[in-house]
């Protein structure tokens, strides 16, 4: 198809959505977030062998990724931290209970139905909440206890091959920049050149559809550009790829002086707007309100920190046992800073961040989970403090003394805060067709697409969702012969299976539980059964007995 048929229609002045990294007038380099990936996110390399490196001639994406974290894997040397800097020694363990190891267990072999608009905190006791593993789990992914229980389910299926690498996140990979200009921009540049057109500051707020039993067309775009509303009328043969909802929508950027603007009352964003309308229309186009109906539940706000001297690398050092601006790994992913009433976490990634980055300065990410906690040295929510203040509350969780806090936040670096009323609304409590299906029964020329459309088995919050359901969308409105790539299968490989179970428990071999004299001689009695066989020697290999 030539690139000139090809149309994007972006609300915002420039594509990426929440990937994204700007240096922004009057405001400095931002972040609003960054996503991890894996080695097998499988559409993401699919995709990326396909898009030239705009820095290496000849190389792909794809090739400079898989350079750069075969030449400098990543892993952490401090993954949490309390009283001010000092490391919270959990030493890589995650300090289950059997019965806790258990409540996980019974969780990964439950099945969805039983889960459909379920919490977490429903199927998980104080033996997993009180945890390292939900410490670890809930900063690296964001989850609330409030948060589906379906959705965690799938995330520990999903990445059951990484349960040993949470610990010291030697399970994940990072790009060498911002994701916006290692991925977003590679894209974007190629699509230019084959003639794709974007339209920016085109905001889709409604698509129209013509809905009969058997047959569903899109039938009208309604869009604003500049105030202006304008149509864009559709045939059968057209195709309409639409990104509904929105998990940066509405998000909002303070400055070193002011705070990140939250509306408590704010219940609607583009996105999610442009869904309801759209859902208004057919059952199966899903219910948008599912997720974006209470932002008390969905938000959590970011800040990015650039330091602007010597002064405040060293602590950055100090913990993350590495020399910042040696452009390798650094802290490896996030620092937890495990008594912080914010449950604050912050990561400095490989240094520049960005391209136009001055030498000599770092640009960091800091995260608090809790933005309506007052701080442990800032006595204010987050949402209510400027940049600078979230920046004094992060360096007294760094160990600065305090005496120096304020005049290093303030003069030593430049922190803008981001407040994000939805970033985890997919997480939100949900059942079957709360999400539309990536090309509904029916469909003629529409296919949903990102985050809050359903796929098989994959997990959302993932660079990867967003990727591979727009490959099943092109795939199947196009007729393509070819598959998509699947979903790494982990979760049915019995190595993996048995490595999960045994890294859950710290390494103790299931002959280590606390039985019962039944359950004990129940186990004697199939360790009997297995001796001399394959099996035996597998659950040997695997630490398992």
């Given at each position: ?115 459909y608009d379920k919490r977490i905190d429903e199927v998980f006791s104080s033996e997993v909440l009180d945890s390292n593993f939900w410490m670890y789990w809930r900063t ?406």
């Open positions: 198809m030539k690139g000139e048929r090809i149309h994007v229609l972006e609300k915002g002045n420039l594509p990426g959505g929440a990937c994204d990294g700007y240096d922004i007038p009057g405001h400095g380099f931002v972040m609003r977030g960054g996503r991890e990936m894996d080695n097998h996110f499988e559409c993401m390399w699919d995709l990326f062998r396909s898009i030239p490196s705009i820095e290496t001639e000849g190389a792909s994406v794809l090739d400079e990724y898989y350079w750069l974290n075969k030449r400098d894997p990543n892993y952490s040397l401090m993954r949490a931290t309390v009283s001010q800097g000092k490391d919270a020694h959990t030493d890589g363990k995650f300090g289950l209970s059997d019965k806790g190891a258990m409540e996980i267990m019974k969780l990964f072999f439950t099945s969805d139905e039983q889960l690296m992914f964001a989850f609330e206890n409030w948060h589906s229980a379906l959705e965690m389910k799938l995330y520990i299926r999903r990445f059951i091959h990484h349960v040993g690498g949470l610990p010291d996140f030697k399970a994940l990979r990072f790009t060498k920049y911002n994701q916006y200009e290692s991925m977003i921009l590679p894209m974007v540049k190629y699509l230019e050149a084959h003639g794709v057109q974007f339209h920016y500051g085109t905001e889709v707020v409604n698509v129209e559809f013509d809905i009969e039993k058997e047959r569903k067309v899109a039938r009208r775009i309604v869009c604003k550009q500049k105030g202006k509303v304008e149509h864009v009328d559709l045939t059968d043969d057209d195709l309409v790829f639409i990104t509904n909802g929105g998990c940066v929508e509405n998000s909002s950027l303070g400055d070193q002086n002011h705070p990140a603007q939250f509306n408590t009352a704010c219940k609607s964003g583009g996105g999610w707007d442009m869904w309801r309308r759209i859902a208004a229309q057919d059952s199966s186009f899903g219910h948008p309100d599912k997720f974006c109906s209470d932002p008390e539940r969905t938000n959590w706000m970011s800040a990015t920190v650039t330091t602007l001297d010597d002064k405040i690398p060293p602590y950055v050092r100090n913990i993350c046992k590495r020399d910042p601006f040696s452009g390798k790994v650094v802290t490896g992913g996030i620092v937890t800073c495990k008594d912080s009433n914010w449950l604050m976490s912050w990561t400095f990634n490989r240094q520049p961040q960005f391209r136009a980055q001055p030498k000599g300065q770092l640009v960091g990410w800091i995260y608090g989970l809790f933005s309506d906690k007052p701080g442990n040295f800032v006595k204010k929510t987050m949402r209510e403090c400027t940049g600078k203040e979230i920046c004094m509350e992060w360096l007294y969780h760094m160990g600065v003394p305090v005496d120096q806090i304020e005049d290093l936040a303030e003069h030593s670096a430049n922190t803008v805060p981001c407040m994000m009323p939805y970033i985890t609304a997919f997480f939100m409590p949900r059942s079957a067709g709360d999400r539309p299906s990536v090309v509904p029964e029916g469909s003629v020329n529409f296919a949903f697409i990102g985050q809050f459309a359903e796929t098989a088995r994959d997990t959302i919050f993932t660079t990867e969702y967003s990727m591979r359901t727009a490959m099943e969308a092109v795939y199947t409105l196009l007729n393509i012969d070819r598959g998509v790539p699947e979903v790494w299968g982990g979760v049915f490989d019995i190595r993996d299976l048995l490595n999960a179970t045994v890294q859950l428990r710290d390494g103790k071999k299931v002959t280590d539980m606390e039985l019962g004299l039944k359950e004990k001689l129940a186990m004697h009695e199939a360790l009997k059964q297995i001796h001399g066989t394959d099996l035996e020697k597998l659950l040997v290999d695997y630490h398992v007995i």
